[in-house]
């Protein structure tokens, strides 16, 4: 795809992923634009650092739910990512469950990053299971989006070392390291794809 890419960005916490992307779009590595940014989370700082960086920002009202990503909220935004003409939509820490009629409007076009090799360690806290595990080695995926919980098909994934000083925090900084390098990465290659 030669024209610039139209990136919609969900998240629910720091949004050091989405920097990762503003940065390799910043260098020129990356021919995209976020379009829209999206949080379930009002406080997120994902928000403010979109807003900083004079990008559209909005908040998902889901309807006073902590976990559950209701129907209508689903609808609300694939209205809001649809209208903005989004090409690609990326979950960058987003922790609700993504499922219809987001993946219908969407199809092959809703990518996650998820801080584990998968299909090891699905799910919440993935670095703290694989240091409670006493695995070797983690990493993160880069996947697409579909029904299920982390399942879809992968894209690109990076591993690093567990240290037996290790705690989860430690692994994760460094898990997060590579999430940095390989998302933009992994946006570059299924760009070339559509
Ligand atoms: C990242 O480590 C991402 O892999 C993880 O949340 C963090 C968000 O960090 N996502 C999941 O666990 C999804 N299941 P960020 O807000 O700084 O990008």
């Not at 998820?114 to 990493?139: I, R, T």
Request: hydrophobic share 45%.
């Amino acid at each position: 795809m030669e024209t610039k890419l139209k990136l919609g960005v969900l998240g629910s916490g720091s949004g050091s992923n989405m920097q990762a992307i503003m940065d390799a779009i910043e260098s020129g590595e990356l021919n995209a634009e976020i379009v829209l940014v999206m949080s379930d989370f009002p406080d997120a700082y994902i928000l403010e650092r979109a807003r900083k960086a004079g990008l559209r920002a909005e908040v998902i009202d889901c309807a006073g739910y902590k976990t559950k990503f209701p129907d209508e909220s689903q609808a609300a935004v694939a209205q809001a990512l649809k209208s903005a003409e989004v090409d690609i939509v990326c979950l960058a820490g987003f922790m609700r469950l993504v499922k219809q009629p987001l993946l219908d409007i969407f199809p092959n076009r809703i990518i996650n990053i998820h801080p584990s090799v998968l299909p090891a360690y699905p799910g919440l806290m993935a670095w703290k299971q694989a240091v409670d595990d006493g695995a070797s080695e983690s990493g993160c995926t880069v996947h697409y989006v579909d029904a299920g919980m982390d399942t879809g098909p992968i894209i690109m994934q990076a591993k690093v070392p567990v240290l037996s000083a290790d705690t989860a925090e430690t692994l994760h900084q460094r898990i997060q390291l590579e999430e940095h390098r390989i998302y933009p990465a992994a946006i570059k290659q299924i760009a070339t794809k559509l």
